[in-house]
DNA sequence: GATCAATCAATCGCACACGATTTAATCGTG
DNA sequence: CACGATTAAATCGTGTGCGATTGATTGATC
């Protein structure tokens, strides 16, 4: 029996935390692609644009760290919005190790298309403003304490399991 | 201007509903990866035995309901659950267009563990039982308002925008 | 200042997600 | 019964995510 008094078979998607981030996660991207369509970039593609919007010239790993995701998935993806001509990438004169990424003009006008069209999604959600603020406050907790218990795992030998309700 | 005061060209990833559900659920995925690989099955595959121990002979499509996924990506996915021994896929007799798959033997014990295993994580996260119940119906609300929208946006012609908060 | 460890990006392979299309089976209408 | 329309699953191509490894550069220590 769990916390929630569900027997482990009896547990089902509706109970689980991560189900609804994910489905939810996943229905934000597909609301997003018509807009995006028009503009030829990916959802994935417009994040690293914000990214870049807000602090521009990053390294890789500048902009893996504010999106979670490392060099593996930037790296064909930067190529990408490279070869769009949304982006500029050239290696640190100061380290060479390192490759810096900026936006181009169309770059930064396609950020700002991005963003405009994100806002009417807005309309079509019911929720209120509070709710919304409050809710991506809840859900980023959420996520740093996922990231940092992992960190803590990478370091620390495994503790005994302790059940506890649906994730 | 937004609702929230901000100009676009200001919005940042913390300002986006979005991405908290994307790197939340990217976070998620992380998290269960270690438990799930030693069961030699991914997040994804977790998620349809969880489906199929709640509800067992479903076909492609009604798992597809469930997840809101499609046969594009269940397809594959099922194949590679079949081969490893967790399902089973057969013809519907009466309606030779549908595949019904069942949990194995095999399958319903790896489910079992699974859940128990998911059942651990909740040790890592520091927000009470509460809290993530009342999360879960809110981002469940809204994947659930976002697929509908998508489904509305179908059936009717396009709205003028209307500019509105961060998403 | 030579050498070894650490760091950063890139590469490779695999498994999703998903738009678009195809194939096969069933249904609806005449 | 025929036949076009509908439905279900499968297939195909592209773009992520990510574990594992590689290659190149820098840093640390002697």
Redesign the interface.
Known sequence: M???GLK???????D?????????????????R?MLDQLQIT?AQY?VL??L??ADDLTVGEIGE????ESNTLTPLLKRLEAAGFVERRRDANDERQVRVRLTERGRAIR?EA?????????????G?D???S??G??????D???R??TE?RNAPP?P???????
Chains 1, 2 share one sequence.
Do not use: K, W
């Open positions: 769990t916390r929630d482990t078979e009896e547990i089902g998607l509706e689980l935390l991560c189900f609804a981030l994910y489905s939810a996660s996943n229905a934000f991207s597909r609301a997003y018509p959802y994040l914000v990214t919007g807000a504010r999106l979670f995701l700002g963003c405009r069209a994100t806002l009417t999604l807005a309309e079509h959600i019911p929720q403003l709710d919304m603020a809710l991506r809840q859900v980023t907790a959420l996520r304490a996922l990231t218990s992992a795992a503790r399991p302790i059940p506890a309700a649906g994730l």
